[in-house]
């Protein structure tokens, strides 16, 4: 089983940029496909971005390709997001999530998830 954990979430003016972090307990989070989604007051929760097991490979949202990227620390079991050139649409709960299937953008096919983490982007 595999806990994790966001952090880094805040308050950001547009424009301006943020990283959070997830943090996963356990000794396989080298084996799984790790992946950020966020969810936005009244709306369905949206994929953001995966990356592989071994952090070779990466694959994004069309709204974040560009301004998001996911990066990955198997030796500190550590993932991700830097986010650039914030919107304030990008305001959500931001989520990661650990899945065995490689870079899947459906939220059904990831098996972990962390509490999530409030990004809300000022103008």
């Known amino acids: 089983q595999v806990q994790l954990v966001e952090s880094g979430g805040g308050l950001v003016q547009a424009g301006g940029s943020l990283r959070v972090s997830c943090t996963a307990s356990?000794?396989?989070?080298?084996?799984?496909?790790m992946g950020w989604f966020r969810q936005a007051p009244g709306k369905e929760r949206e994929f953001v971005g995966c990356?592989?097991?071994?952090?070779?490979?990466?694959t994004y949202a069309d709204s974040v390709k560009g301004r998001f990227a996911i990066s990955r620390d198997n030796a500190k079991n550590t993932l991700y997001l830097q986010m650039n050139s914030l919107k304030l649409e990008d305001t959500a709960v931001y989520y990661c999530?650990?899945?065995?299937?490689?870079?899947?953008?459906?939220?059904?096919?990831?098996?972990?998830w962390g509490q999530g983490t409030q990004v809300t982007v000022s103008s």
């Open positions: 356990g000794r396989t989070f080298g084996t799984y496909t």
């Open positions: 999530a650990a899945s065995l299937q490689f870079l899947v953008s459906r939220a059904s096919s990831y098996y972990y």
């Open positions: 990356i592989s097991n071994s952090g070779g490979h990466t």
